[in-house]
């Protein structure tokens, strides 16, 4: 299923025709742009046989509202969008491998964006969000990831815990981050089927995610020891690619 959105910005736009060229419709470049990269983005367009339109900038304002565009945007026929029943054959392609990033209730689609691209850098085979009370992918959460959004499962669930409880059948351990919790992150096995549960921006993990866990860890840190001191995107980070050092 496809969904059509503009994406705005040199970064989202210039990712989108790098990784997912097929889905992008039509650039729209500011009339008199002299940036170099949006320059490269035209070229690479017309190369990719993409209808570009130089148009003036109150016209780019009118397509993306207040999102920064940079003096760039597409129109864009989203990508795969990925559904919860497909989860297990993700986790089975894996072989044993499978590395989950699980996100209870992220509000801020800036911070959305940013998990999204950790996410992909670090390699990782999806990420997990509720379907309720959660920011989905829209037009800020695809700038911020760069072109993550696109080259990452993202895969909304109706029931988290429920999700979560299905991922254990699979063999997969999930491992919650908490601030309170007695265990260290460092002192995990991460190097096989994992899930790493972060928590929203005002809460942390629910209730029910935390039952689901297998254990609560948390990430040392002599300067104040409390993982809610750190931003989600930063902790899903440092959670992430500690498991891609453990993985070499």
């Known amino acids: 299923m496809s969904q059509k959105q503009w994406i705005a910005g040199i970064n989202a736009v210039s990712a989108a025709l790098e990784h997912d060229a097929e889905h992008v419709r039509e650039v729209l470049i500011e009339a008199g742009a002299k940036n170099p990269r949006i320059t490269e983005i035209e070229s690479n367009a ?7 339109r130089r148009v003036a ?3 780019l304002d009118g397509v993306v509202g207040n999102l920064r565009h940079q003096g760039v945007v ?12 497909e989860l297990e054959a993700l986790v089975e392609s894996a072989e044993g491998r499978a590395l989950l990033l699980i996100l209870d209730g992220v509000q801020d689609p800036h911070n959305l964006g940013a998990c999204l691209r950790s996410a992909a850098a670090a390699g990782a085979t999806a990420v997990i969000i ?9 037009a800020t959460v695809r700038k911020t990831s760069a072109g993550a959004a696109d080259s990452v499962a993202v895969i909304p669930v109706t029931n988290l815990a429920r999700t ?26 991460l190097k096989g089927n994992v899930g790493l549960v972060l928590g929203g921006e005002a809460d942390g993990l629910r209730r029910l995610t935390r039952e689901n866990c297998d254990q609560l860890v948390r990430i040392p840190m002599p300067g104040g020891d409390s993982v809610e001191s750190l931003n989600v995107s930063v902790a899903a980070g440092v959670t992430l690619f500690e498991a891609v050092r453990q993985r070499g």
Do not use: H
Request: charged letters at 30%.
């Open 46 to 52: 017309r190369r990719l046989d993409i209808d570009v």
């Open 57 to 59: 900038t109150q016209a």
């Open 74 to 85: 597409a129109r864009y026929a989203a990508a795969k969008t990925w559904n919860e029943n």
């Open 130 to 138: 509720p379907k309720d009370k959660s920011v989905q992918v829209n």
């Open 164 to 189: 979560m409880r299905d991922l254990q059948k699979m063999g997969v351990w999930l491992y919650g981050l908490a601030g309170e919790a007695e265990g260290s992150l460092y002192a995990l096995d």
